[in-house]
């Protein structure tokens, strides 16, 4: 039979040999050799424990080796440029963070992470609004990583048209030392020191505090001219088990970046003649961006019986940054600029409880319900990015405000098992999002901007699923979900009125599914999707005058797809792993917008193919593993389809295909583990652009990736 692992719902075993749940219990673990779990047990989607292959949702789960094993541990895409759906992009430029999309979903967003909810260890990673950060999640020391994607989204709330959650490991049982040291192409580095373990235990039972303690520094020149970025991390967990019902989880996360270089986009022509360049005005204005984000936050879980338990999460932190755009001092003589450095000082925080009931039995049910609630309160502040003929520097004050954004929301989540074959889920959600903006910068020419908005949603989910054979699932879901605008986009009005844009509303979207998951073999599972969304009032740009981005509800788009993953197991050592998505999206009505000032509107016809959307993505891997000691292999591959950078489809990044190679042997020393290991990226040197600027008002679009690099480093941990 194939390696079918039980939904578990049990207290996990604690032994001096490990914490064991059922995904790690699996036979494919035991053997002591790294191979694929083909059938892991997620949290992500139901808020329980259940194994993926028996979930009427497309949910994919990437695990400690491929976070971990030869990767730099910088970004996300090293990880999950893997699972079909989900789009990544490094932009080689750590001023912004990642662009990720989930079947179209955030790829409109030109900073920061937007139409994707992203959690750490059940924390938010993305804000009331919907904005969000991808280097919050400290990947030296992240145990596996969930994505979900179509319907059962939504029921994560505002811009959850997909879903990352990061889960940290656990400490090891015995003390446990370990660092990285890394360094290649590009002046890049990075070194790491890692500390575990668990404490209060005996020669047989393992203790009831358990400890991970994670600190990394990463340096890099850039690929480009003027992208300089050094990063340094923090994170800390800690776990203590009052009894076999009930533990408490606490958790902080520390970020800092200073005075990161912004290479900022280019054109074609720029791209064509040198990639390696940053535009004059990146070096005119010193365009950087620092950030300090810290957070921290405890979960405490309770075990009333064999049938009921609770959850409860509340978090706290606080984020500063300050950036440098390059803005011209002549787009700064208007009144209503806003200047050419952003400061904002941000508190945030949240808290929710959640309730889990499970009958077990011939018919098995589980009922969640929930409530939780966000805010974050900011000072934004904006200046004039110039001070008499110097350039770049902090100048007048133009911007001065309070922002507020609070969601209230409640939830219930059912799964019945209402005979042997067939399983209905079912899950809805109410969401209260509110904005507040208190303008304290009111002058001539520039009225007072405050305002007040309030958002409200609805969002049901369904979905079936019928187990045709013991080792095929057949499934089909629906819903509803939504989108409010940011902060950034309700900020200001396209008419040129004061007051917050309140003619902008939510966009809404009716997502469908369908798809089998099938045990092929021992060795083998696919999964293939077939999905469609649509959205109505999808928030795209109106105007760009006088120093403002204006937005509006203009018109429809439509996404229909399909995806496949596909692993299979040779033996032992050698394993493969394939993944394919076709995502078509288009406007479905035609609407104008202005794309910079001083310029005509221009006409997006229906039936064009919305930006930042490959149509095609393909990745495929070879991994050759042994145990210790033992030389691993992995040889990946990635294909990106033409990438249209404008709504109006005249500028487009052109489709590429790298490939990529990682070597490592791994050896011990008595209690030292060694690892030396290689990866070299981009193995053909292909000249291609990674990621697009979607509508780029001065037209530069394009954020070229890397040619060939290296990167050699050394893994080391010593158990005590």
Known sequence: MPNLVPASDSPPVQSKTGTNTAAEA????????????LNPVVITGTRTEQSSFSLPMSIDVVETKVIQEVQPRVNLSEALSRVPGLVIQNRQNYAQDLQISSRGFGARSTFGIRGIRIFVDDIPATMPDGQG??????????KRIEVLRGPFSAIYGN????????????????????????GGSYGTSRGEIKLGGTLGGTDVISGPFNYVVDISRFQTSGYRDHSAATRYQASAKATYRFDHDANLTLVVNELHQGNTQDPLGLTQAQVIENPRQADISAHT?????????????????????????????????????????????????????????????????????????RSMGERPFTLTAGIEYEIFKERRKGFENFSGAILGVRGGLRRNENNTVSSLSQYGQAEWHFTQSWALSAAVRYTNVKFKSEDFFVRPGNADDSGSLTFRNVNPVLGL?????????????????????????????????????????????????????????????????????????????????GGRATFQNATDTRRRGIELAAVHRFGADLSAYFSYTFLDARFRD???????????????????????????????ELAWRRGLPGFSAVIEAIYRDRVYANDINTEAAKQY????????????????????????????????????????????????????????????????
């Open 285 to 357: 204005f010193n365009t950087r961006k620092s950030i300090d984000n810290t957070q921290g936050g405890a979960v405490y879980e309770h075990r009333f019986s064999a049938s009921n338990k609770i959850k409860l999460i509340g978090y706290a932190g606080t984020r500063q940054l300050e950036q440098f755009l390059a803005v011209p001092r002549g787009a700064q003589i208007p009144a209503t600029s806003s200047g050419g450095v952003v400061d904002l000082d941000r508190q945030f925080g949240g808290a929710g409880l959640r309730w889990t009931y």
């Open 465 to 545: 699923l019928y187990k045709a054979t013991s080792t095929l699932n057949l499934y089909a879901s629906g819903g509803w979900g939504f989108e409010t605008p940011t902060f950034t986009e309700l900020a200001y009005r396209p008419d040129g009125a004061s007051g917050l844009n309140f003619s902008l509303r939510p966009s809404e979207s009716r997502n469908i599914e369908v798809g089998f998951k099938w045990l092929a073999t021992d060795n083998t599972r696919l999964n293939l999707a077939l999905f469609e969304s649509v959205v109505t009032d999808e928030i795209l740009p109106a105007t760009n005058i």
């Open 159 to 182: 811009a959850s048209g997909g879903v990352i959650q990061a889960f940290t490991e656990d400490g090891p049982n015995e003390t446990t030392l370990s660092g990285t040291l890394l």
């Open 590 to 620: 035609s609407y104008t917008y202005q794309p910079r000032a001083g310029t005509p509107f221009v006409i997006v016809a229906e039936g064009n193919l919305v930006p930042g959307i490959p149509r095609n993505t393909a990745y495929g």
């Open 26 to 37: 699996s036979p494919l673990e035991s053997s002591g050799r790294s191979l694929p779990v």
């Open 133 to 142: 950060q991808a280097a919050n999640i400290n990947l030296g020391s992240t």
């Open 657 to 720: 295909a790298i490939a990529n190679i990682r070597l490592a042997y791994s050896h011990q020393l008595g209690r030292l583990k060694l690892s030396e290991f290689i990866r070299i990226d981009n193995v053909s040197n292909a000249k291609y652009v990674g990621a697009v600027i979607v509508n780029e008002g001065n037209e530069r679009f394009y954020e070229p990736s890397a040619g060939r690099n290296v990167i050699v480093g050394l893994n080391a941990s010593y158990v005590f």
